[in-house]
Nanobody, 114 residues
Framework: QVQLVESGGGLVQPGGSLRLSCAGS????????MTWYRQALGKERELVAR???????QYADSVKGRFTISRDNAKNTVYLQMNSLKPEDTAVYYC????????WGQGTQVTVSS
């Protein structure tokens, strides 16, 4: 019933761009803070970007100035625009929704390689 479905991942060259989307259903999307996390092979999961229910944003230092998080509550969707991609951005990117209950998507692979 509750779903978060990520899309938009893929293979991109260093310096390229990608836009990830996460569509939610089965819950009141507008109540939830939405966060993108990522996990690279052999590394811990890390917060990439968050947008609260009121539109406040926070970013990991490693992505500031390159990534932009946004949300469209009418579409129950959160986005992550990723520019100037680096090989170190390679990871599985996960969408998370948090209010009282915590929901996770299945992840989408982003690979940055020449």
């Amino acid at each position: 019933q509750v779903q978060l479905v990520e899309s938009g991942g893929g293979l991109v060259q260093p310096g390229g761009s990608l836009r990830l989307s996460c569509a939610g259903s089965g819950f009141t999307f507008s109540f939830y803070a939405m966060t993108w996390y990522r996990q690279a092979l052999g590394k811990e999961r890390e917060l990439v970007a968050r947008i609260t229910s009121t539109g406040n944003r926070q970013y990991a230092d490693s992505v500031k100035g390159r990534f932009t998080i946004s949300r469209d509550n009418a579409k129950n969707t959160v986005y992550l625009q990723m520019n100037s991609l680096k090989p170190e951005d390679t990871a599985v990117y996960y969408c998370n929704a948090y209010y009282v209950t915590d929901y996770w998507g299945q992840g989408t692979q982003v690979t940055v390689s020449s």
